[in-house]
Nanobody, 130 residues
Framework: QVQLVESGGGLVQAGDSLRLSCAASGRSFRSYVMGWFRQAPGKEREIVAA????????YYTDSVKGRFTISRDIAKNTVYLQIDSLKPDDTAVYYC???????????????????????WGQGTQVTVSS
Protein backbone atom coordinates (compact mmCIF):
# COMPACT_ATOMS: atom_id res chain seq x y z
CA GLN A 1 0.00 0.00 0.00
CA VAL A 2 1.36 3.38 -1.01
CA GLN A 3 2.02 5.73 1.86
CA LEU A 4 3.18 9.33 1.50
CA VAL A 5 4.19 11.35 4.53
CA GLU A 6 5.01 15.04 4.23
CA SER A 7 7.06 17.06 6.68
CA GLY A 8 8.98 20.31 6.89
CA GLY A 9 6.21 22.88 6.95
CA GLY A 10 5.96 25.65 9.48
CA LEU A 11 5.54 29.34 10.21
CA VAL A 12 8.17 31.45 8.50
CA GLN A 13 8.73 35.04 7.46
CA ALA A 14 8.66 36.42 3.95
CA GLY A 15 12.02 35.87 2.28
CA ASP A 16 12.83 32.72 4.25
CA SER A 17 13.38 29.27 2.77
CA LEU A 18 11.88 25.89 3.58
CA ARG A 19 12.51 22.35 2.41
CA LEU A 20 9.51 20.07 2.40
CA SER A 21 9.99 16.32 2.39
CA CYS A 22 7.74 13.53 1.21
CA ALA A 23 8.70 10.07 2.42
CA ALA A 24 7.24 7.42 0.12
CA SER A 25 6.78 3.77 1.00
CA GLY A 26 4.83 0.69 0.02
CA ARG A 27 6.25 -0.14 -3.39
CA SER A 28 8.91 0.73 -5.93
CA PHE A 29 8.29 4.21 -7.32
CA ARG A 30 10.60 3.83 -10.30
CA SER A 31 7.74 4.23 -12.79
CA TYR A 32 5.93 6.92 -10.86
CA VAL A 33 5.53 10.66 -11.18
CA MET A 34 5.56 12.52 -7.87
CA GLY A 35 3.77 15.82 -7.59
CA TRP A 36 3.71 18.63 -5.07
CA PHE A 37 0.41 20.48 -4.83
CA ARG A 38 -0.81 23.25 -2.58
CA GLN A 39 -4.19 24.44 -1.43
CA ALA A 40 -4.79 27.83 0.11
CA PRO A 41 -7.96 28.61 2.11
CA GLY A 42 -10.92 29.08 -0.22
CA LYS A 43 -8.93 28.08 -3.30
CA GLU A 44 -8.63 24.97 -5.42
CA ARG A 45 -5.73 22.60 -5.08
CA GLU A 46 -3.04 23.45 -7.60
CA ILE A 47 0.12 21.85 -8.91
CA VAL A 48 3.40 23.53 -8.03
CA ALA A 49 5.93 20.97 -9.27
CA ALA A 50 6.31 17.38 -10.40
CA UNK A 51 9.16 14.97 -11.03
CA UNK A 52 9.53 11.64 -12.77
CA UNK A 53 11.07 9.21 -10.33
CA UNK A 54 13.06 7.38 -12.99
CA UNK A 55 15.00 10.12 -14.81
CA UNK A 56 14.19 13.13 -12.59
CA UNK A 57 12.53 15.16 -15.34
CA UNK A 58 10.81 18.11 -13.73
CA TYR A 59 7.82 20.36 -14.25
CA TYR A 60 7.01 23.66 -12.54
CA THR A 61 3.95 25.83 -12.73
CA ASP A 62 4.86 29.27 -14.05
CA SER A 63 4.19 31.12 -10.80
CA VAL A 64 6.90 29.24 -8.87
CA LYS A 65 9.65 28.93 -11.48
CA GLY A 66 12.94 30.18 -10.11
CA ARG A 67 11.91 29.86 -6.44
CA PHE A 68 10.81 26.23 -6.11
CA THR A 69 13.03 23.22 -6.75
CA ILE A 70 11.77 19.64 -6.76
CA SER A 71 14.15 16.73 -6.36
CA ARG A 72 14.19 13.11 -5.30
CA ASP A 73 16.54 10.87 -3.37
CA ILE A 74 16.22 7.31 -4.63
CA ALA A 75 18.12 5.78 -1.71
CA LYS A 76 15.85 7.48 0.83
CA ASN A 77 12.65 7.09 -1.23
CA THR A 78 12.00 10.76 -0.56
CA VAL A 79 10.90 13.67 -2.71
CA TYR A 80 11.82 17.20 -1.70
CA LEU A 81 10.45 20.64 -2.45
CA GLN A 82 12.88 23.46 -1.77
CA ILE A 83 11.09 26.79 -1.52
CA ASP A 84 13.15 29.97 -1.54
CA SER A 85 12.18 33.62 -1.15
CA LEU A 86 8.88 32.68 0.44
CA LYS A 87 5.98 35.07 -0.03
CA PRO A 88 2.73 35.42 1.94
CA ASP A 89 0.93 34.13 -1.18
CA ASP A 90 2.75 30.83 -0.70
CA THR A 91 0.73 30.20 2.46
CA ALA A 92 -1.11 26.92 1.93
CA VAL A 93 -1.24 23.27 2.84
CA TYR A 94 1.30 21.47 0.69
CA TYR A 95 0.53 17.94 -0.45
CA CYS A 96 2.64 15.22 -1.98
CA UNK A 97 0.99 12.91 -4.51
CA UNK A 98 1.95 9.92 -6.65
CA UNK A 99 0.75 8.38 -9.89
CA UNK A 100 2.03 5.70 -12.24
CA UNK A 101 3.48 7.23 -15.39
CA UNK A 102 1.61 5.15 -17.95
CA UNK A 103 2.72 5.70 -21.58
CA UNK A 104 -0.78 6.73 -22.62
CA UNK A 105 -0.87 9.53 -20.05
CA UNK A 106 2.69 10.79 -19.99
CA UNK A 107 2.20 14.51 -20.47
CA UNK A 108 2.79 17.28 -17.99
CA UNK A 109 -0.73 18.51 -18.70
CA UNK A 110 -2.01 15.22 -17.31
CA UNK A 111 0.34 15.26 -14.33
CA UNK A 112 -0.61 18.82 -13.41
CA UNK A 113 -4.18 17.82 -12.59
CA UNK A 114 -4.98 16.72 -9.00
CA UNK A 115 -7.55 14.25 -10.32
CA UNK A 116 -4.77 12.31 -12.07
CA UNK A 117 -3.21 11.26 -8.75
CA UNK A 118 -4.65 8.35 -6.75
CA UNK A 119 -2.20 8.57 -3.86
CA TRP A 120 -1.92 11.52 -1.49
CA GLY A 121 -0.19 12.45 1.72
CA GLN A 122 -1.88 14.20 4.62
CA GLY A 123 -0.34 17.57 3.85
CA THR A 124 1.96 19.97 5.68
CA GLN A 125 1.04 23.56 6.51
CA VAL A 126 3.24 26.40 5.31
CA THR A 127 2.42 29.83 6.69
CA VAL A 128 4.37 32.88 5.53
CA SER A 129 4.07 36.09 7.51
CA SER A 130 4.83 39.46 5.96
Amino acid sequence: QVQLVESGGGLVQAGDSLRLSCAASGRSFRSYVMGWFRQAPGKEREIVAAITWGDASTYYTDSVKGRFTISRDIAKNTVYLQIDSLKPDDTAVYYCAAVVAAPSSSTWSYFSRPASYPYWGQGTQVTVSS
